[in-house]
């Protein structure tokens, strides 16, 4: 039976690298990519089968920040498919980052400025808004939509043959500082980015505890700094260029610092290769380059605390139960 592989946030990035690299280790999956728009998922495809053509690759749209599009990829994925093996949940969006650069010149006075490089922490805040279902848009889209997707999907996910796997890209900027089980969705911060990818190491964490029993297990990715669409708004290009000398010094130093795509998507390769009971549901993987361009993955405890996974998990239930009511004609 040929696996199955679902990649959101395919069109780009460490997804594109992820969709080749997936297919450079085993060319008889089927590859299903999920892109915002069907212009986006049909480039997609037609890059991918340039270098692979005799590669299965299917497409499907999905915005994971809008819940009828959730709903309605969702159904069309399990009139598609009878199970599915790999879940990539790896698109996510990082709108109006703002660097503060007085936090830098203070990291650089007092030697923290490589711990703020690698982890971002104290350096970067974001502007949020509300989508159109009155949720945070970067929780939405990096998270809650990925959440109603996998509970949507349980039926291929639950109960296989084999074991299926959902693997999800956070970030080394996943903190418990930006995040609150009382403002889980960051309504009141600067640093929602930060936020939701805590609260994805969390979901990750309670949903081993809910599904391995059933046949479902979940990992956690970091894929290090990537220069991609995402990275490039944070400063102007021309200043990115003029910093890549540094940043190749600094992966000497810390090695996260990946850069491209194709390194970034180590971990998640990685994963793809391995048996998921001998894995530790309380790890993130990290990909990782050396100063020589080796790539590796490390693994490293979350800072995550089981009880405060659990009690996230049963707002995000409650959540669910409340937003989805008004969908009711595109639940089956």
């Known amino acids: 039976m040929e696996r199955v592989v679902l990649v959101t946030g395919a069109s780009s990035g460490v997804g594109l690298a992820l969709c080749r690299r997936l297919l450079e ?16 998922s049909e480039a997609t495809r037609d890059l991918i089968l340039e270098t ?16 009828a599009s959730v709903l309605r990829v969702a159904r069309e994925l399990r009139c598609r498919f009878q199970h599915l093996d790999f879940v990539y949940l790896n698109a996510g969006i990082m709108p109006n980052p703002h660097v503060n650069f007085k936090a830098l010149w ?22 949020d808004r509300l989508n159109g279902d009155g949720l945070q848009e970067v929780f939405a889209t990096n998270l809650f939509g990925h959440f109603i997707l996998v509970r949507q999907l349980e039926s291929l996910l639950c109960g296989n043959e084999k074991p299926s796997r959902l693997i999800w890209t956070s970030s080394s900027n996943a903190r418990e500082s930006a995040f609150s089980l009382s403002d889980y969705q960051h309504a009141k911060g600067q640093e929602s980015y930060s936020s939701s990818k805590y609260a994805t190491d969390l979901t990750s964490v309670a949903l081993n505890r809910k599904f391995n029993k059933q046949g479902l297990y979940s990992s956690v990715v970091c894929p290090g700094l990537v220069m991609s669409n995402m990275t490039y708004r944070i400063l102007p290009v021309f200043l990115w260029k003029l910093l890549m000398p540094i940043m190749w010094l600094i992966r000497f130093f810390a090695r996260t610092y990946t850069l491209t795509p194709y390194n970034g998507a180590e971990a998640h390769v990685w994963l793809f290769k391995q048996k998921p009971e001998h894995l530790d549901a309380l790890v993130k993987y990290h ?46």
């Open 52 to 67: 692979h053509p005799a590669a299965q690759v299917s497409t499907v749209e999905v915005d994971l920040g809008s819940l």
């Open 106 to 127: 203070h990291g650089l006075r007092t030697g923290k400025l490589l711990h703020m490089l690698t982890t971002a922490e104290g350096v970067m805040t974001q502007t």
């Open 25 to 40: 280790e085993d060319g008889r999956i089927h590859l299903c990519i999920a892109c915002r728009n069907s212009q986006k």
């Open 287 to 332: 990909s990782c380059t050396s100063g020589l361009g080796k790539n590796y993955v490390e693994p490293r405890k979350f800072d995550v605390d089981e009880e405060t996974a659990e009690k996230f998990y049963g707002k995000l239930l409650e959540l669910e139960k409340q937003t989805l009511e008004k969908y009711s004609d595109l639940l089956d």
